[in-house]
């Protein structure tokens, strides 16, 4: 995959540059906050190579990419640099709903801490497992020193959320930082610990009573405080004389915030946690399954919205202050495995050689945790594979929901985290978290077994229903592709790119160029130009999408030697002039002029059959398409 390529074509189909808010990713997508979303060309997005889904939720215009997308989002930096930290106010009016706001927030603080979260959660369930099957003593060095190691992340959480809030809030990183390490100071937590033991006094600054909390592993208190803080430095910039900004900016700051973080935003964001906890602890005493049971049925609708992010921080919440999560974990959990489980049967049905290698491959990924693949290349898609997913997860999330399942330590859900339902030196929980994902697994995979239907029979019975018999027998439409360069035609694994090779894209043929003239294969739509003008996307009449691209990297070029004769949206013929390409100057400058032409809906068609030849010329025959 061109990364480059691709990461200039989802700049350009959401507005441009100037269009960008702030950009984020995660395991699977970038996160676009865009200035005006009426701007973004989504039908573009969604048939652009590389990209598997577009979503705009919860003020979010998210781009699904897969794992790849790190790759992608590294390139868009680079052709956006301002990107890249996000510092300064936008001067843009921010339209979205406050719901809208309050999710996206959530999302860019907790998504960039996660791999530490997910670390130590991990370290903390070996560390568990170890005890469990005596294979360390709890009294050992070696138990205290993987145990603080485990805890470092949980307990300096305060520090790590700072420096996350500062980026979403626009503020001084490091500043944040430091009101995080002031709420964490063994001398502040040292006092506190002495009054609750004394059992009377209390703690005063300037006379101002700061109550008797710590707040090691808390969440909220943090994110109010910089936020708090995001409106504090402009203030202190703009009271601050120029020629003693440097030391009197900071100052100010760090003085109104760590004294109102202390005596006001500390202990009321401490009573919005333990409120949280409490109303977790008196719902899980009122029906333990009921929670469990929603978010298991219901993921599959959350991840598609991204709304699933705005579940993430109870659940973190939930571990921070009663040390395991029962609710919001292990329904995602069952959800999780139900996803892959319901792609990997349509991976097991499907006669259709595409259709079975996305749906298996995403089966396996959404098992492990990542559902996306699985979400919107296979269930969404067929739908009825979701509706399996969805009876399959609320069935286990509604079993470990009555089993109390405990989660200590987070992570992806999915089987590669069950160790992380190891505490309370039992394996209580891992068993029942185990047994609850193969009851989702089970369940899910033989629903949609049983309802899935390749797309083209369903599609031949039902014609055959409306059909005389004589009509019947011809239900396969031939599609007839040309070649569109005169050249030498070949098959794709002669393509020096696994992304052509490989058929990842698509099946198809190439071309070796004899001249540098690309013609029509087919009538049709041209459905996509790029600004590099190596390549172009047309529709055919029939429904075949076709990408026909230029060359080997030649995007590099940035449309030298490259010249078209049609536009986006223009009907054409077979036989008309696409583009003219200088074949010698790209040869010069030492590119490969290999040429792919690949039906890049291949998964719609149940066959497609090519045929090399030497000297072909423009207009001979030499694919069909089988629908």
Same mark, same amino acid.
């Given at each position: 995959? %061109?990364?480059?390529?691709?990461?200039?074509?989802?700049?350009?189909?959401?507005?441009?540059?100037?269009?960008?808010?702030?950009?984020?990713?995660?395991?699977?997508?970038?996160?676009?906050?865009?200035?005006?979303?009426?701007?973004?060309?989504?039908?573009?997005?969604?048939? /652009?190579?590389?990209?598997?889904?577009?979503?705009?939720?919860?003020?979010?215009?998210? $781009? +699904?990419?897969?794992?790849?997308?790190?790759?992608?989002?590294?390139?868009?930096?680079?052709?956006?640099?301002?990107?890249?930290?996000?510092?300064?106010?936008?001067?843009?009016?921010?339209?979205?709903? /406050?719901?809208?706001?309050? @999710?996206?927030?959530?999302?860019?603080?907790?998504?960039?801490?996660?791999?530490?979260?997910?670390?130590?959660?991990?370290?903390?369930?070996?560390?568990?497992?170890?005890?469990?099957?005596?294979?360390?003593?709890?009294?050992?060095?070696?138990?205290?020193?993987?145990?603080?190691? *485990?805890?470092?992340?949980?307990?300096?959480?305060?520090?790590?959320?700072? *420096?996350?809030?500062?980026?979403?809030?626009?503020?001084?990183?490091?500043?944040?930082?430091?009101?995080?390490?002031?709420?964490?100071?063994?001398?502040?937590?040292?006092?506190?610990? *002495?009054?609750?033991?004394?059992?009377?006094?209390?703690?005063?600054?300037?006379?101002?009573?700061?109550?008797?909390?710590?707040?090691?592993?808390?969440?909220?208190? +943090?994110?109010?405080?910089?936020?708090?803080?995001?409106? $504090?430095?402009?203030?202190?910039?703009?009271?601050?004389?120029?020629?003693?900004?440097?030391?009197?900016?900071?100052?100010?700051?760090?003085?109104?915030?760590?004294?109102?973080?202390?005596?006001?935003?500390?202990?009321?964001?401490?009573?919005?946690?333990?409120?949280?906890?409490?109303?977790?602890?008196?719902?899980?005493?009122?029906?333990?399954?009921?929670?469990? /049971?929603?978010?298991?049925?219901?993921?599959?609708?959350?991840?598609? #919205?991204?709304?699933?992010?705005?579940?993430?921080?109870?659940?973190?919440?939930?571990?921070?202050?009663?040390?395991?999560?029962?609710?919001?974990?292990?329904?995602?959990?069952?959800? %999780?495995?139900?996803?892959?489980? *319901?792609?990997?049967?349509?991976?097991?049905?499907?006669?259709?050689?595409?259709?079975?290698?996305?749906?298996?491959?995403?089966?396996?990924?959404?098992?492990?945790?990542?559902?996306?693949?699985?979400?919107?290349?296979?269930?969404?898609?067929?739908? #009825?594979?979701?509706?399996?997913?969805?009876?399959?997860?609320? @069935?286990?999330?509604?079993?470990?929901? +009555?089993?109390?399942?405990? %989660?200590?330590?987070?992570?992806?859900?999915?089987?590669?985290?069950?160790?992380?339902?190891?505490?309370?030196?039992?394996?209580?929980?891992?068993?029942?978290?185990?047994?609850?994902?193969?009851?989702?697994?089970?369940?899910?995979?033989?629903?949609?077994?049983?309802?899935?239907?390749?797309?083209?029979?369903?599609?031949?019975?039902?014609?055959?229903?409306?059909?005389?018999?004589?009509?019947?027998?011809?239900?396969?439409?031939?599609?007839?592709? $040309?070649?569109?360069?005169?050249?030498?035609?070949?098959?794709?694994?002669?393509?020096?790119?696994?992304?052509?090779?490989?058929?990842?894209?698509?099946?198809?043929?190439?071309?070796?160029?004899?001249?540098?003239?690309?013609?029509?294969?087919?009538?049709?739509?041209?459905?996509?130009?790029?600004?590099?003008?190596?390549?172009?996307?047309?529709?055919?009449?029939?429904?075949?999408?076709?990408? +026909?691209?230029?060359? @080997?990297?030649?995007?590099?070029?940035?449309?030298?030697?490259?010249?078209?004769?049609?536009?986006?949206?223009?009907?054409?013929? @077979?036989?008309?002039?696409?583009?003219?390409?200088?074949?010698?100057?790209?040869?010069?400058?030492?590119?490969?002029?290999?040429?792919?032409?690949?039906?890049?809906?291949?998964?719609?068609?149940?066959?497609?059959?090519?045929?090399?030849?030497?000297?072909?010329?423009?207009?001979?025959?030499?694919?069909?398409?089988?629908?």
């Amino acid at each position: 995959m %061109n990364y480059q390529e691709l990461a200039q074509n989802i700049i350009d189909n959401i507005g441009g540059q100037e269009n960008i808010r702030e950009l984020t990713h995660c395991a699977t997508r970038l996160r676009f906050n865009l200035k005006d979303e009426a701007k973004a060309q989504t039908d573009a997005l969604k048939n /652009t190579v590389g990209v598997m889904g577009v979503v705009s939720k919860g003020g979010q215009y998210q $781009v +699904i990419i897969g794992s790849d997308v790190g790759s992608v989002y590294k390139e868009i930096l680079k052709e956006v640099p301002s990107l890249d930290g996000q510092h300064g106010k936008s001067a843009e009016n921010d339209d979205r709903s /406050t719901a809208a706001k309050v @999710i996206d927030t959530i999302t860019g603080i907790f998504t960039p801490i996660l791999p530490a979260i997910t670390a130590a959660g991990m370290l903390k369930a070996v560390l568990s497992l170890l005890v469990v099957f005596n294979a360390i003593d709890k009294t050992g060095q070696t138990y205290i020193i993987m145990d603080f190691m *485990a805890d470092s992340a949980f307990y300096f959480l305060p520090i790590l959320l700072a *420096a996350s809030s500062a980026q979403k809030f626009k503020t001084n990183m490091y500043l944040a930082m430091m009101v995080g390490g002031i709420l964490l100071h063994p001398n502040f937590v040292g006092m506190v610990t *002495a009054i609750k033991e004394a059992g009377e006094g209390g703690i005063h600054l300037f006379g101002l009573p700061i109550s008797p909390v710590t707040y090691g592993s808390s969440v909220i208190p +943090i994110i109010l405080s910089v936020w708090f803080m995001s409106y $504090v430095e402009p203030i202190a910039d703009k009271v601050s004389p120029k020629v003693i900004k440097f030391f009197s900016k900071p100052l100010i700051t760090i003085a109104i915030v760590g004294t109102v973080s202390l005596v006001v935003i500390g202990p009321v964001g401490y009573l919005i946690s333990d409120g949280i906890s409490n109303g977790i602890k008196a719902l899980e005493n009122f029906s333990p399954w009921l929670v469990p /049971t929603i978010i298991g049925a219901l993921t599959p609708l959350f991840v598609a #919205t991204g709304t699933h992010y705005g579940l993430v921080p109870i659940g973190i919440n939930n571990r921070m202050t009663t040390g395991y999560d029962s609710v919001i974990y292990p329904g995602m959990l069952a959800s %999780n495995v139900g996803q892959g489980a *319901a792609s990997l049967a349509v991976g097991f049905k499907s006669k259709d050689s595409g259709i079975k290698q996305l749906a298996s491959s995403a089966g396996l990924t959404g098992l492990f945790g990542i559902t996306e693949p699985a979400l919107y290349g296979v269930n969404l898609r067929f739908k #009825t594979p979701l509706y399996a997913a969805m009876i399959g997860g609320g @069935i286990g999330g509604l079993f470990m929901g +009555i089993g109390r399942v405990k %989660n200590f330590t987070g992570g992806s859900p999915g089987l590669l985290t069950l160790p992380s339902y190891i505490g309370d030196d039992t394996l209580k929980h891992l068993y029942l978290a185990c047994i609850g994902a193969v009851i989702s697994i089970i369940l899910s995979f033989v629903i949609s077994y049983i309802l899935y239907k390749d797309p083209n029979v369903e599609e031949s019975q039902e014609q055959a229903s409306t059909q005389s018999p004589d009509q019947s027998k011809k239900t396969d439409i031939l599609v007839d592709v $040309v070649a569109p360069i005169k050249g030498d035609v070949l098959s794709l694994s002669s393509v020096e790119d696994g992304m052509f090779s490989e058929e990842i894209l698509g099946k198809g043929f190439a071309v070796r160029p004899d001249e540098g003239i690309v013609y029509a294969p087919v009538s049709g739509t041209v459905t996509a130009v790029f600004e590099s003008k190596h390549a172009i996307g047309l529709t055919s009449d029939d429904g075949v999408e076709l990408l +026909i691209h230029i060359g @080997i990297d030649t995007v590099q070029l940035n449309g030298t030697g490259y010249e078209y004769f049609v536009d986006k949206g223009q009907k054409i013929q @077979i036989g008309d002039k696409l583009i003219e390409f200088d074949l010698e100057k790209i040869v010069e400058k030492g590119y490969n002029v290999i040429t792919p032409v690949v039906v890049t809906n291949s998964v719609d068609f149940s066959d497609i059959i090519t045929v090399t030849k030497k000297s072909a010329e423009p207009g001979d025959y030499v694919m069909k398409v089988i629908r």
